[in-house]
Each structure stands twice: as C-alpha cells, then as structure tokens.
C-alpha cells in the first residue's frame, strides 16, 4: 500500500510540473491547471478504468438518482476499447477535498450546489488528450476539449438532453468518440 501512495505521489508531480511548464510556456493558466486537476481524477481511479477499458466507470453513487443518471449515460456512451471513461457524481464531488487553487476554487457555484456530473474522456495510455463533458457547467451543460494544456474546444448546451444525445465525433482531432 504504501508503494502505491508514494507511486501516486510520484505521479501527481510528474503532472504538477507538467502544468507548470505548460503554464511558463505562456499557456492559460487555468487551462493548464483544470486539465492537470483531470489528469489527476483519471490517475486516482487509474487501476479500475484500467481493468475496465471502454467502459464507464462512476466514482460513487450514492442514492437513486445518481444510479438512474450514470445508467442514461452508460447507454449513451459508443466508446472504443482504448478509451476510459469515469464520471463524478454530486456525491463524489462532495467527498473530493479542496485542491487549493483560488482560481478553481471560487469559480462559480460548486458542483455539488448545482446537482452537477462531470464525465472525463480520454485514452487508455495516453492522457495528451482529454475531454469533460460538464452536466450542467457552470452555467449550461457543455463539453470541453483539453490538449498539451490548451483547451481544443468548447461546446455549449441548452439542456443535458441536448448535450448527451448528440453523438460527438471529434475524430481526428481526438482519435475516440465521447457521447
């Protein structure tokens, strides 16, 4: 246990430097930041998505709904073996500690005051690319795209519904589907 915490540890620098590069490069701070806070939620629950690959995975439910909501999503999903999936719940973002960043910290209402899912998208191996559809954002449902700490693209959505019944292809630009 204590190889996989320090393994863990060792991991989040390596991605905590990588945004601080990415950010001295003269990238969106913001940007670099919210994609390594990403690349960090898929790193924790890295073992299950693993041995899940293209699959869905939620990190917790807690009640009735939350199991109704990631079943909807479950079914939506068209997503190719290489990829791994993982969506927070309302309940998950409550048990998920304060990162310690202002700027994210105070960004809007929290995702739990707002009844809010996030689903991370990205490859297996490769964590370059990742996508979060936010369900709602901060105002309206939306899908970003992250890349080298750069966010690719931004779609906004009237409803949940609307968001999650398109079918997204952002091939090449992503090399995997989402939704």
């Not at 670099?32 to 690959?53: G, N």
Request: glycine fraction near 4%; charge should be negative.
């Amino acid at each position: 246990m204590d190889n996989d915490v320090k393994s863990i540890e060792k991991s989040v620098e390596a991605i905590y430097d990588k945004a601080d590069k990415w950010e001295a490069e003269g990238r969106n701070a913001f940007e670099c930041w919210w994609q390594a806070t990403l690349e960090i939620v898929l790193l924790l629950v890295d073992r299950y998505i693993s041995e899940r690959p293209g699959q869905l995975l939620a990190m917790q439910i807690e009640n009735q709904d939350e199991w109704e909501f990631y079943l909807d999503i479950k079914k939506k999903l068209d997503l190719p073996p290489e990829t791994c999936a993982v969506l927070v719940t309302p309940s998950a973002f409550k048990s998920i500690p304060a990162i310690g960043i202002p700027e994210i910290e105070n960004f809007g209402p929290k995702a739990w005051e707002r009844n809010a899912y996030s689903l991370i998208i990205s490859d297996l191996n490769d964590r370059i690319k990742i996508m979060q559809a936010a369900l709602p954002g901060i105002k309206n449902p939306g899908i970003d795209v992250f890349e080298d700490g750069n966010q690719l693209a931004d779609y906004t959505y009237n409803t949940i519904d609307e968001c999650t019944a398109v079918k997204h292809k952002f091939f090449p630009l992503c090399n995997y589907l989402i939704l």
